[in-house]
């Protein structure tokens, strides 16, 4: 009795390729974020801040990291430079801050060497110290000044994200699986051809 040798089935190539297509996604996980900050973002402070500091989920490497402070006419206030301690960085600020609302932006690198730049804003105002919202905001920044050694990047909202990379994985992963949903169903006919 002779039998056909099996040929790999296309459920092996649809999972070979669905694989590829994840691949590229991969890197985003890699991204440096905002974990908190002080002030942190929607703060309703009292006394003005002397210093703001920033904490990332990974550490920061001084020569790529950029905080910088505005007042909400855009007027980049004095800062020393960035102070950095593991996944912290640290700025001095130099004059005492009126009432008024402040942005904070930060640019860094994450060890990807992907930019990851975002912004915040809190208040100082008589009558507050109210504690915010989550500190990885995403409001309209002030432009980030380009850290030391790089291309400046895109400002806005999505920047904070390092400019779309988590979204890119969700769209890398729904294209997977809509491939691995059509290959399945291309295997599953054949198979039915075959048996008839």
């Known amino acids: 009795m002779h039998t056909r040798p099996r040929r790999p089935t296309l459920v092996a190539a649809a999972l070979v390729a669905a694989a590829l297509l994840l691949v590229p996604a991969a890197p985003a996980a890699a991204h ?15 006394t003005p801040p002397t210093r703001v500091t920033l ?3 990974q550490r920061l490497d001084p020569t790529f990291t950029t905080i910088a402070l505005s007042d909400a006419a855009r007027r980049k206030i004095p800062t020393g430079a960035p102070a950095v301690d593991g996944t912290k960085g640290t700025v001095t600020v130099d004059e005492t801050l009126g009432e008024g609302t402040y942005t904070v932006a930060y640019r860094i690198v994450s060890a990807d060497g992907h930019p990851v730049q975002g912004s915040y804003t809190f208040t100082v105002a008589a009558g507050g110290d ?8 995403t409001a309209a920044p002030a432009a980030a000044p380009p850290a030391a050694g790089s291309a400046a990047a895109p400002t806005g909202p999505a920047a904070a994200t390092g400019s779309g990379g ?6 890398a992963l729904v294209a997977a699986g809509g491939l691995v949903a059509v290959l399945g169903g291309v295997a599953l006919l054949l198979r039915r051809r075959r048996t008839r």
Request: proline fraction near 6%; hydrophobic fraction near 35%; charge should be negative.
């Open 55 to 57: 904490e990332f989920t």
């Open 32 to 46: 440096n974020t905002l974990r908190a900050a002080s002030p942190a973002d929607g703060d309703r402070l009292a």
């Open 130 to 137: 109210t504690a915010g919202g989550p500190t990885g905001a």
């Open 166 to 171: 988590s979204g890119t994985g969700v769209v």
